[in-house]
């Protein structure tokens, strides 16, 4: 009995190692998360602010989610203004025709960096998506004048169908365009989801987590968060460590298994699927946003300052990344 006993014992501390292990590996991190006030907005900022909220308030008029053209050639019509020239790529699903709207800057291998423009069923979808969206066409406004280094890209895809009943299926529009991709051979060096940009909260217990990530992480809903699954922790760690050196935004990271809920829960999830490194880039969606999904999703909930600090904060890493990643 007691050599069982014992033996109960030595496994119990061996799966505990491991799993000890495994937390560490899943939220271990280079840089230190800024703390403490945040820097006065440039009077740019300021102006970004606006252009954001106006963003959003366009694209959350109503649901976006069978009929996709409006908010299409509202997204196309934004990156001309901006003296862009966006490429349609249309495809099938459902029995019409939808298209992921891209810009490319630079020729290479590259960078992807996508954001859906669809929503569920009943919502306006101001976080989901139209924040992110909003910050897409900027990002294009602000890079676009930036050279990329030579035999490099950046792509912003703005990608139909990520929504139900289109979600973790390949009638997704990030799905097709990542197919392609591969079909085509494109080199891509990263993938980056933005999904939910715009919801924030100081109060204490504003954040969740799922079980057991909230005894690594703080309770405040103050940060961005980038996300992927365990094949794309070198990603997850690259971009956080490009995003802590040179932005002075509250961050955090994690390279998660694929099971655990919302690890995998964006467009992203196409790209992995088709063998490219992805990672989601996010206030974290359901586990902060108490109108997820909801038809009470609309633009006064957001906060328009945040999320024009992390456009900016995004601006500033990109092309940090496209010159280092391998």
């Known amino acids: 009995m007691r050599i069982a006993v014992l033996g109960w014992l030595i496994a119990a501390a061996v799966l505990a190692a491991l799993v000890a292990a495994l937390l560490r590996y899943m939220t271990a991190m280079p840089g230190a998360s800024h703390a403490?006030?945040?820097?006065?907005?440039?009077?740019e900022g300021r102006a970004l602010v606006e252009r954001l909220r106006g963003h959003v308030t366009a694209l959350a008029l109503s649901e976006r989610n069978f009929d996709l053209e409006r908010p299409a050639k509202y997204v196309e019509s934004a990156f001309a203004a901006r003296g862009l020239k966006p490429t349609a790529h249309p495809f099938e699903s459902g029995g019409r025709i939808v298209r992921n709207i891209e810009i490319a800057i630079g020729s290479g291998a590259s960078i992807v960096v996508g954001a859906h423009y669809d929503t569920v069923p009943g919502s306006p979808g101001a976080d989901d998506n139209a924040s992110a969206v909003a910050a897409l066409i900027e990002l294009a406004g602000l890079l676009a004048g930036r050279t990329p280094p030579a035999g490099r890209a950046l792509r912003l895809v703005a990608f139909a169908n990520e929504e139900p009943p289109y979600f973790l299926?390949?009638?997704?529009?990030?799905?097709a365009w990542a197919r392609r991709a591969r079909q085509l051979g494109e080199p891509l060096l990263a993938m980056f989801s933005l999904e939910m940009l715009g919801y924030y909260r100081d109060a204490p217990g504003s954040q969740q987590y799922p079980f057991p990530l909230g005894v690594f992480y703080p309770d405040r809903a103050d940060f961005i968060a980038f996300v992927g699954d365990l094949g794309s922790r070198d990603l997850v760690r690259s971009a956080l460590a490009a995003w802590r050196a040179g932005v002075p935004f509250p961050s955090q990271g994690v390279a998660a298994p694929a099971l655990i809920p919302g690890v995998t829960w964006s467009d992203h999830w196409s790209f992995r699927r088709h063998g490219y490194p992805a990672i989601m880039i996010t206030d974290t969606a359901f586990y902060r946003y108490p109108h997820y999904h909801q038809p009470s999703d609309t633009p006064e909930k957001l906060d328009y300052e945040r999320l024009a600090r992390v456009t900016l904060g995004l601006a500033a890493m990109l092309p940090e990344l496209l010159r280092d990643l391998p």
């Open 36 to 43: 403490g006030p945040l820097p006065p907005l440039a009077p």
């Open 169 to 175: 299926s390949g009638e997704m529009g990030s799905f």
